[in-house]
């Protein structure tokens, strides 16, 4: 933003007519932003690359559930996530960088894969007779253990890389503080 202000600034002070005064041609200001604009590029690539997973994603989960509105629930645990990433983030002294986008994909997936257990468990439980509350509580019951191990060891996984390496720092981060949250 401050480089598109710059330009946007340079471009006001230096318009056509004051360089064609100086006699310059219109295109003689230019600029190069070096990696910058690569790291434009990039961050516009992994949008581009979150959308298509979750759009992915939720396809996926239309043919496995053959519902349209239980890939939306499975999809309502993601937005809970983005109060830990966002705090450890803070509390880490990480920008949005890369590797913060990259790290959000994996959780996203993480996520969903956690609340697919949940709901297929309490789908299980509805084909046995159960009601919509009793199907819930079942499959809490009998997931939430599972669930809680493997998060706690995926981030007990992440937690020395996070720790040790600056270059993945962000990214474990990103996930750790999901998975918590």
Do not use: H, Y
């Amino acid at each position: 933003a401050n480089l598109t202000a710059a330009e946007d600034l340079v471009g006001e002070l230096w318009p056509a007519d004051a360089l064609a005064a100086r006699g310059l041609s219109a295109d003689a200001l230019s600029f190069d932003f070096g990696q910058e604009s690569d790291n434009q590029d990039d961050f516009a690539s992994l949008l581009v690359a979150l959308l298509f997973a979750i759009g992915l994603m939720l396809a996926f989960l239309v043919i496995q559930f053959r519902s349209s509105v239980q890939p939306i629930l499975v999809f309502l645990a993601v937005p809970f996530s983005f109060f830990g990433v966002f705090t450890l983030l803070e509390r880490s002294d990480n920008p949005l960088s890369f590797f913060v986008m990259v790290g959000f994909i994996a959780l996203v997936g993480v996520a969903v894969n956690n609340t697919i257990l949940l709901v297929d468990a309490a789908n299980q439980a509805r084909r046995a007779g159960a009601t919509r509350a009793e199907a819930i509580s079942d499959a809490v019951e009998k997931r939430f253990r599972p669930l809680v191990v493997t998060t706690a060891t995926t981030v007990a996984g992440l937690l020395p890389l996070a720790l040790s390496d600056p270059f993945w720092e962000a990214l474990c981060f990103v996930l750790i503080g999901g998975l918590v949250s």
